[in-house]
């Protein structure tokens, strides 16, 4: 097993006499043996690193949620995988809390984390200079947001090695999250009740969390998504009313920002990865597919993987899920072989 560091990379000023946020992120380094095995079947000078983000439409979740494959992939690949929390919506936003909070993330990862490994690692080597930017659902839009040019001149893009989404969100303006869906993710249905227990969650006037304690038998928090899917309260729930009037709905639509971009912009763009399942009820497979034609129409490197009949959250459910074509992609970025079957 990885041996996993947790540091405090953030104290995010929340303003209005709110307190501070003390943010973390958790940091998976393989083991010596893990190490000299992958280093035995090729050597390699620096070491990938992967910074993933989790999901939960940026109202809930938590940096502890990885996937087994994820969290296998340190000692399997020989790779750094970093995973932050962030500030949660509504008591934040997607563009003052969330994003803020990711580029931290990113800019430790660069500045902090070579200094970290040697200290805590030394049979490890140098840590890249570009990490891949990854992440599940809306952790995959984060990634993404991330790492392309939005032309938000708060939100500079972060240069990466590549950009993986896994059933990734990509357009907040589709009918899918602009309108309530009838059936939500898992079919939960939500009693007379309901409206009682996520009126607390949904006042923007709240207190800050950076993640969701518990489990879903115990916090409610953990159906804020499907609350979300019934009602449609998405816009509502990741933009304040004047980032709504500024148009930050459309700025954020991965298509309207490729669409927006020059050539030059375009070029600077790093290979991206999606892959989603054509029966996903929580992240429709149609924010994947629209993604991948418009980056194949402005001439993007794009790979795309379809499994076909799965829902959301499927690497999460099967720990047998490996994700082999997404990690053959990353190492691939990173210029490493994908190790024998």
């Known amino acids: ?108 990862t660069k500045k902090q984390l ?48 590549a950009l993986v989404g896994i059933y990734p969100i990509t357009d907040l303006q589709a009918d899918f999250f602009a309108k309530p869906v009838k059936e939500p993710f898992k079919s939960i249905k939500f009693d007379e009740k309901a409206r009682d227990v996520y009126a607390p969650m949904q006042d923007p006037n709240g207190p800050i969390l950076t993640f969701t304690e518990g489990t879903p038998q115990t916090n409610p928090r953990f159906n804020f998504y499907m609350w979300a899917q019934v009602t449609g309260l998405w816009h509502e729930l990741l933009f304040d009313p004047a980032q709504r009037a500024e148009g930050y709905v459309q700025k954020t639509s991965i298509p309207n920002v490729l669409a927006s971009l020059d050539a030059s912009s375009i070029q600077q763009i790093p290979p991206i990865f999606s892959v989603h399942g054509t029966k996903d009820m929580a992240v429709d497979v149609t924010q994947s597919t629209e993604l991948v034609r418009v980056l194949k129409e402005n001439g993007v490197q794009v790979e795309y993987e379809e499994r076909q009949g799965v829902d959301h959250l499927f690497d999460q459910f099967d720990p047998q899920e490996e994700m082999r074509q997404m990690w053959a992609f990353i190492l691939k970025q990173f210029g490493v072989s994908a190790p024998a079957s």
């Open 1 to 108: 097993m990885p041996v996993t560091h947790t540091f405090e990379f953030s104290v995010a000023s929340n303003g209005s006499g709110k307190p501070d946020s003390h943010i973390e992120l958790d940091v998976l380094l393989p083991t010596t043996e893990a190490w000299s095995r992958v280093n035995a079947q090729e050597a390699r000078e620096e070491i990938p690193v992967v910074v993933w983000w989790h999901g939960g439409g940026t109202i809930q979740g938590t940096r502890k949620a990885l996937p087994k494959h994820l969290a296998d992939a340190s000692d399997k690949y020989g790779l750094i995988i970093v995973s932050p929390d962030y500030r949660l919506c509504p008591q934040t936003t997607l563009i003052g809390g969330v994003l803020p909070d990711a580029h931290a993330a990113v800019r430790w």
């Open 114 to 161: 070579p200094s970290e490994v040697s200290r805590l690692a030394p049979h490890l080597p140098a840590p890249v200079p570009l990490p891949a930017l990854s992440g599940s659902s809306a952790g995959g839009y984060i990634a993404y947001l991330v790492g392309l040019p939005l032309n938000i001149p708060t939100l500079p893009h972060t240069e990466s090695k």
